[in-house]
T-cell receptor, first 116, second 111 residues
Framework: ETGVTQSPTHLIKTRGQQVTLRCSSQ?????VSWYQQALGQGPQFIFQ???????GRGNFPPRFSGLQFPNYSSELNVNALELDDSALYLC???????????????FGEGSRLTVL | GQSLEQPSEVTAVEGAIVQINCTYQ??????LSWYQQHDGGAPTFLSY????GLEETGRFSSFLSRSDSYGYLLLQELQMKDSASYFC????????????FGTGTRLLVSP
């Protein structure tokens, strides 16, 4: 177990709705990343937060947004949900780049979102 | 852009050795990582290669050849619990920790 917890574990929404997913990072980790994993595929990078600032973003539209709080926990918000947003959303915490030689990410078990 | 290709599925029996290959196209990266993911579970880190050559961690070993744009994960003394999906991933030299994951290989270990 990595110490990264995510909530909710499962949720169902309809097209056009908004969703907020939450993540508590492992103790001592101040960097949080979010990934989207469609069924049968590898995770895809959405964005990363470091010290409450977004410091990197993948190829996702602006309706995907996030926050990081002073305790390093994080939220992923998705507006105007589309059917293709149905996926497993993974949060990963890590030490800052340079503090670990491997760049190891510690993933939570994810929030499975179904959009109908 | 970056892309990593893996075989979709590999099957083996308990006690055997299996190799999962990863070929990639990327302009530059820091290292190649491997993650294991059981159905319904979180991806967990297995191994990392920053330099060419073999890295050994218990029953698992990983290899990287930058000149061949190729790496592999070697699993020895297979156990039933090794049945899972395995992903290779590269960390690009973007200045932040972004991993680009491969397509994933589903390993099925039978008795």
């Amino acid at each position: 177990e990595t110490g990264v917890t995510q909530s909710p574990t499962h949720l169902i929404k309809t097209r056009g709705q908004q969703v907020t997913l939450r993540c508590s990072s492992q103790s001592g980790h101040n960097t949080v990343s979010w990934y989207q994993q469609a069924l049968g595929q590898g995770p895809q990078f959405i964005f990363q937060y470091y010290r409450e600032e977004e410091n990197g973003r993948g190829n996702f539209p602006p309706r995907f947004s996030g926050l990081q709080f002073p305790n390093y926990s994080s939220e992923l918000n998705v507006n105007a949900l589309e059917l293709d947003d149905s996926a497993l959303y993974l949060c990963a915490s890590s030490l800052p780049k340079g503090q670990t030689g491997t760049g190891e990410l510690f993933f939570g078990e994810g929030s499975r979102l179904t959009v109908l | 852009g970056q892309s990593l290709e893996q075989p979709s599925e590999v099957t083996a029996v308990e006690g055997a050795i299996v190799q999962i290959n990863c070929t990639y196209q990327t302009s530059g990266f820091y290292g190649l990582s491997w993650y294991q993911q059981h159905d319904g579970g979180a991806p967990t880190f297995l191994s990392y290669n920053a330099l060419d050559g073999l890295e050994e961690t218990g029953r698992f070993s990983s290899f990287l050849s930058r000149s061949d744009s190729y790496g592999y994960l070697l699993l020895q003394e297979l156990q039933m619990k090794d049945s899972a999906s395995y992903f290779c991933a590269v960390e690009g030299n973007t200045g932040f920790q972004k991993l680009v994951f491969g397509t994933g290989t589903r390993l099925l270990v039978s008795p």
